[in-house]
């Protein structure tokens, strides 16, 4: 007998029968087909099958001939019988949510949309320091506004911003997450991010604080967005992704939050000290609501429940010998999620930084990265020169129309992820790269119409492009090390392409003379992105090369 979260799988060649409990289980979710027959295997809520990319290991030919079927599990229930070729029919059973668990998700999203990533609409409250006239006082000719000498220092602003986030998730949130748990979390990086907001709102010509506050802003905004993920771990039964992909949509939506504090500015003539005040005071409330009234344990890791059934009879079927012949961890070829050619969950963490998959990943995140930082910095000096020239006037309205068309990519997110389940995971590569070199390519575009394609093509392309990573490296790399290969194939690459967005920015600005528009450093990043095709290209052959590979030793 074969027992996984209380189901029984029997073997009773050549037919065996799987009967799902409707307490917490569901229906069968298929997710892969092997040749002629069909094959669901995955996780179970809890019990000893948990882990996707390890049971992907197993012989899938073998196992179907020995009469054993990996299931996953979601909310419901249901019957599966295999006589020859898999059927399922659901159970239909009501669905109970959990209302604290859901107004739990609701609050995070609202709190991951206000205090996370705001940096990354600071094209919209550069707008807002324009007008303030903050640093004027470096441009020679106060009627000559905006000056290099100022717009040097808004890009150097938006670049420690940009870099403080993953260098703070690397070095100091991630280790304390794991070190003392999300509730300390939580609350330092409220503390941090409340009282940064506060330096921000008091700084001036006399006391300049603005590069160490937005550094700080982020930092304390990437501490305040490591401490919801926990939240997640209380969905692991059910929805689980969903509520990972709400907490990373609110991260991506989070740019709306200057832009709202931008039309206060422009619309009320509210000061920027009195709202930067007000998101100290969002912070605190954010602090007094750290409490287990508020998350009644949901700031803690949920308890391991043991679900499984113990084996209790020596299975009768299919082996001859009475027992359970399915071959053993060793024995099984380790084909991985997009198959042996690119599996390297079984290597070492040293020989994971070392292998080909690892390095191709690196590469392609340091420049897409790059490419994402470089317009977020420059879009309101892109618009300004670009198009033959703009009024300062038409500026401000196109980074109002682009900071707004962005998030439009929130909406679309779960519809790409659906396209890259079906059509795969180098066709969404290829999908992320095409919206890149669109986006940049449109904003030479004189037309308002040509920009709002290009500037949605643009919030698709960044809130995807994190996604495909994530899923990239999880189901090849694995997840006992996802942590370490992700934290160095992303944060660090992403601290790098933070870094060198500034003297891009300062060539490019410091050309404006001579190049008069941003064209020569636009179609440079869309040549390397031409050439960056060859990514999702190498994932492709990989994958059928090692499909053929298996087919051959399976035959």
């Known amino acids: 007998m074969f027992t996984v ?12 029968v799987v009967r799902v409990s409707c307490d917490r289980s569901a229906v069968i979710q298929v997710v892969k087909v092997v040749g002629k027959r069909t094959l669901a295997f995955g996780a179970a809520g809890a019990g000893v099958l948990r882990q996707p990319a390890a049971l992907a290991s197993a012989s899938t030919a073998q196992d179907l001939q020995k009469g054993f079927v990996y299931l996953h599990f979601v909310r419901g229930g249901a019957y599966l019988s295999v006589d020859g070729l898999p059927r399922w029919q659901p159970t239909k059973l009501p669905m109970k949510l959990p209302t604290r668990r859901w107004l739990l998700v609701a609050l995070t999203f609202v ?33 000559n506004q905006p000056c290099k000498e100022q717009l040097l220092r808004y890009s150097l602003i938006y670049t420690v911003g940009a870099f403080a986030v993953p260098l703070s998730g690397a070095v100091v949130w991630g280790p304390m997450l794991d070190a003392y748990g999300a509730k300390v979390t939580r609350v330092l990086s409220l503390v941090t991010f409340s009282a940064a907001c506060l330096l921000f709102a008091f700084s001036s010509r006399t006391f300049d604080a603005y590069l160490p506050a937005v550094g700080l802003i982020s930092c304390g905004g990437m501490g305040f967005f490591f ?7 209380h969905f692991r039964n059910d929805h689980y992704g969903l509520v990972h992909a709400i907490i990373n949509c609110a991260f991506d939506g989070s740019t709306v939050t200057f832009t709202v504090l931008e039309q206060l500015h422009r619309t009320l003539n509210t000061s920027i000290r009195n709202l930067f005040v007000g998101m100290a005071c969002i912070a605190a409330l954010f602090l007094l609501l750290s409490t287990e009234l508020v998350w009644n344990g949901h700031l803690d890791a949920p308890k391991e429940e043991d679900n499984a059934v ?5 299975d009768g079927g299919g082996g001859g010998d009475g027992g359970d012949d ?21 290597l070492t963490i040293q020989q994971q930084f070392v292998s080909a998959p690892f390095v191709a990943c690196a590469a392609w995140a340091l420049f897409t990265i790059f490419r994402t930082m470089f317009v977020l910095g420059s879009i309101t000096e892109q618009m300004t020169a670009n198009g033959g020239g703009r009024s300062a006037e038409d500026a401000e309205t196109l980074v109002r129309l682009f900071n707004f068309l962005i998030l439009v990519s929130v909406a679309l997110t779960p519809a790409f992820g659906r396209f890259v389940d079906r059509y795969s995971l180098p066709a969404g590569f290829i999908v992320v790269n095409t919206l890149g070199i669109f986006c940049y390519a449109s904003l ?18 960044r809130a995807w492009n994190y996604g495909l990573l994530t899923t990239y490296v ?19 690459f992403a601290i790098i392409a933070g870094a060198i967005q500034y003297p891009f920015m300062s060539l ?40 053929k590979m298996t087919m051959t030793s399976e035959s």
């Open 474 to 492: 999880q189901g090849i790399f694995g997840g006992e090390n996802f942590g370490r290969v992700y934290g160095i194939g992303i944060g660090v």
């Open 310 to 314: 113990r084996d209790e009879e020596e």
């Open 326 to 346: 399915s071959p053993s961890k060793d024995e099984r070829p380790s084909v991985g999620l997009y198959g042996p050619l690119l599996e390297c969950s079984s």
């Open 111 to 143: 709190e991951v949309l206000l205090a996370t990533g705001i940096m990354f609409g600071w094209s919209a409250l550069s707008l807002a320091m324009r007008r303030d006239g903050v640093y004027a006082h470096l441009c020679a000719d106060d009627r």
């Open 5 to 16: 979260a209380g189901t029984c799988i029997k073997n009773d060649a050549p037919k065996f």
């Open 227 to 233: 401490s919801h993920f926990v939240l997640a771990l």
């Open 508 to 547: 490019a600005l410091n050309s404006l003379d001579t190049w008069r528009d941003f064209a020569p450093m636009d179609l440079g990043i869309v040549g390397v992105g031409v050439a960056a095709f060859a990514f999702p290209a190498w994932i492709a052959a990989r994958i059928a090369a090692g499909r």
């Open 444 to 461: 030479l575009a004189k037309h308002t119409s040509v920009l709002c394609i290009g500037f949605l093509a643009f919030g698709c392309f």
